[in-house]
């Protein structure tokens, strides 16, 4: 009895995944629209900004403002807004090295 219900469910289940199937998307290289372009200036600050936070990072000392300024910069490129790219850029840049520079800050004793 046991083995006809798993038969059975190893039917049903197969049947079930065969129409899964049938309304998967269309493959991404078909429905991929172009991307917006962003000019040179804003693709090199976002790259530098790129390079920047992940220096950082590695060091364990990312500012959580450069990593969300990163972001934006990254959702604006993708939109195209080179203007926005360019400001949230800097931004991470800026951040980013700020971090790295409090490394240097000297260490306090707190009570004495």
Known sequence: MSKVLLVLTSVALLGLSGCADMNAKPSSSESTPAKAA???????????????????KARNDLWTTAESALKAAEAAAGKGDSATVLKEAKRASDQAQKGMAQLNY???KIGD
Do not use: F, G, H, N
């Open 38 to 56: 962003i000019s040179a200036e804003a693709q090199a600050a976002l790259a530098a900004a790129q390079a920047d936070v992940k220096t950082v």
């Open 106 to 108: 000297p260490m306090r």
